[in-house]
């Protein structure tokens, strides 16, 4: 219920705030642009949050367990189950995907259902209080709402990019073009070429959130099983082979793809792992 009402609120704040500014920059007939930027852009995110935790499984091959049928299975799912009770959420589904990547991820639209998958690969290459802090990075994820904020960043976003856009080309095609009637092809261009530049740059702010995501997973996570715990987990993942998810599944993971430079930086979704091992360090 909760998501919902915030769903509600939040379309409600960005139709209000696009109309204003709409109305400030002259813009008349509004009614269908703001129709279409909710649409597509809200919609278009909680749809794919809706059905991340289908999403995940299909494409990692995730089989979650319903009955544990090994020891390590067993201590896996009391792991999540004794993490999940001091994270004050609801037992979250728990798979493993065959991968020889070390990578575990989270997501689910409701905290009280939500899915925790782990790699075979993490399971065989860090040692157990390790993964017990890779669990409650993930879990914390689950506790802190981190999917559904992601989410309503990303649409709020997006309607904004999907507005603006269609703003500049009205004005181009009205002030370069002449085009006093209906839309011409400077609109059309205009809108196509804006959309794409904001869309860039808007996922750079997407990226800043989910770094900060990452930080607070991380001090959930040591706040569970322990600062030392969650920073040996990072180290090991720096002396690990990193291996990356799907791409819909990238923001969800223990860790991002590395990066350098300052374009690489700006566009990743998780910090780089020295720096998230200074701020547990400061804690």
């Known amino acids: ?31 269908g642009l703001l129709v279409l930027a909710l649409i597509f852009g809200m919609g278009g995110s909680f749809i794919s949050l809706a059905l991340s935790k289908w999403m995940a499984k299909t494409s990692t091959g995730a089989q ?16 999540v189950q004794r993490q999940a009770s001091a994270a004050g959420i609801g037992m979250p589904e728990v798979a493993i995907y065959d991968s020889p990547d070390i990578n575990a991820f989270a997501t689910g639209m409701n905290r009280d259902d939500a899915l925790v998958a782990v790699s075979t690969g993490l399971l065989y290459a860090m040692e157990q209080d390790e993964v017990e802090a890779v669990l409650g990075h993930e879990v914390s994820h689950i506790a802190n709402g981190d999917m559904v904020t992601l ?13 603006i856009a269609r703003v500049v080309g009205n004005i181009v095609d009205k002030a370069v073009f002449k085009n006093e009637q209906g839309y011409g092809i400077g609109y059309f261009v205009t809108s196509m070429v804006a ?14 959130f989910s770094r900060q995501r990452e930080f607070r997973a991380d001090a959930g996570s040591a706040q569970i099983e322990g ?7 990072l180290q090991r993942l720096q002396m ?10 990238s923001a ?24 998230r091992i200074e701020a547990l360090r400061s804690q």
């Open 252 to 275: 969800f993971g223990i860790h991002g793809s590395k990066g350098t430079s300052l374009i690489q930086l700006l566009f990743m979704s998780h910090p780089p792992l020295e720096d």
């Open 227 to 233: 600062a030392d715990k969650m920073i040996r987990a």
């Open 64 to 79: 979650v367990i319903e009955q544990p049928s090994t020891p390590a299975e067993e201590w896996l799912v009391e792991t």
């Open 151 to 163: 989410a309503l960043i990303q649409g709020v976003i997006n309607a904004f990019v999907i507005v």
């Open 240 to 249: 690990a082979q990193a291996g990356e998810l799907p791409t819909q599944l």
């Open 1 to 31: 219920m909760k998501i919902i009402i915030l769903f509600l609120v939040t379309n409600l704040a960005v139709l209000i705030v696009l109309s204003f500014t709409l109305k400030i920059l002259g813009v008349t007939h509004t009614g």
């Open 195 to 208: 959309e794409i530049v904001l869309g860039i740059l808007a996922s750079v702010i997407v990226m800043w």
